[in-house]
């Protein structure tokens, strides 16, 4: 099955996903297409990267350390600022 079906069949069991939740239905989709010989490595990486912690190859990530975490966004108005 595709990848593109696999998804389909997810969000139709949970039409309205959290970011979080549709991040990991987009890993687990794109693992289970992948190669059977590397299905759990491509699934540890993208999970890892739709969770923003977890283990590939031995070494644990957090990548809040790295600046991608779940934070919440500044509703900040946008300056522009003139060019010459």
């Known amino acids: 099955m595709v990848s593109r079906q696999l998804m389909q069949n997810q969000?139709?069991?949970n039409p309205s996903p959290s970011e979080v939740e549709l991040r990991q239905i987009i890993a687990n989709a794109v693992a289970d297409a992948s190669l059977p010989a590397f299905r759990e490595d491509v699934r540890s990486r993208k999970m890892t990267i739709a969770t923003?912690?977890?283990?590939?190859?031995?070494?644990s990530y957090d990548l809040s350390n790295s600046g991608l975490?779940?934070?919440l966004a500044q509703n900040e108005p946008l300056v522009q600022t003139a060019t010459v």
């Open 52 to 59: 923003g912690q977890g283990t590939v190859h031995g070494a």
């Open 11 to 13: 969000l139709s069991a």
């Open 69 to 71: 975490g779940e934070f």
